[in-house]
């Protein structure tokens, strides 16, 4: 069955230091692998996907993402964070019928 | 120009009592999903519609009624509320199979008392 764990619940970070956001997946074909973003009071954005080609991802503000089949992950990743990317993250992996499966989460704070 | 809006953005209400939440998207899209996120933020989805046929129905109560009166809308409506039905629901769309992405609207938070 499909699945996406995030084991990182809360991270903390200073602003302008670098961000790595762990997701791990279970899937049994090759997976569709998405991250998303939620500001407080917000619904989820698009951070950037992963269909297939090129393992290394860009997105919008300056994430990325790799995706490594051999510890299937999908790692989200800023080299240098700002305040405004305080937020909660969200990883997913499309299932059939494009049913998405999410992880539980992980709450970033920025601190000055 | 919002591509997948909802209203309200809230709704409180009392138990027992009947409530509906709209959708709509303008993206021209396929498909449309129902998704609950509980108080812990984990998002679980509820129903999926493609081309108003539904598709995905997970394990919800009977009282959770989606509507699709045509592709670019997704309704839900939700009878004899209970306190445990307090949530923030999301509408989302994407296109039809293939797994694209899925654009998301700003929630709406409900709150049952």
Known sequence: AQSVTQPDIHITVSEGASLELRCNYSYGATPYLFWYVQSPGQGLQLLLKYFSGDTLVQGIKGFEAEFKRSQSSFNLRKPSVHWSDAAEYFCAVAGTGNQFYFGTGTSLTVIP | ?113
Not at chain 2, 50 to 58: S, V
Not at chain 2, 66 to 94: Q, R, T
């Open chain 2, 1 to 113: 120009d919002t591509a997948v809006s909802q209203t309200p953005k809230y709704l409180v209400t009392q138990m027992g009592n009947d409530k509906s939440i709209k959708c709509e998207q303008n993206l021209g899209h396929d498909t449309m999903y129902w998704y609950k996120q509980d108080s812990k933020k984990f998002l679980k989805i509820m129903f999926s519609y493609n081309n108003k046929e539904l598709i995905i129905n997970e394990t919800v109560p009977n009282r959770f009624s989606p509507k699709s009166p045509d592709k670019a809308h997704l309704n839900l409506h939700i009878n004899s509320l209970e306190l445990g039905d307090s949530a923030v629901y999301f509408c989302a769309s994407s296109r039809q199979g293939g797994n694209y992405e899925q654009y998301f609207g700003p929630g709406t938070r409900l709150t049952v008392t």
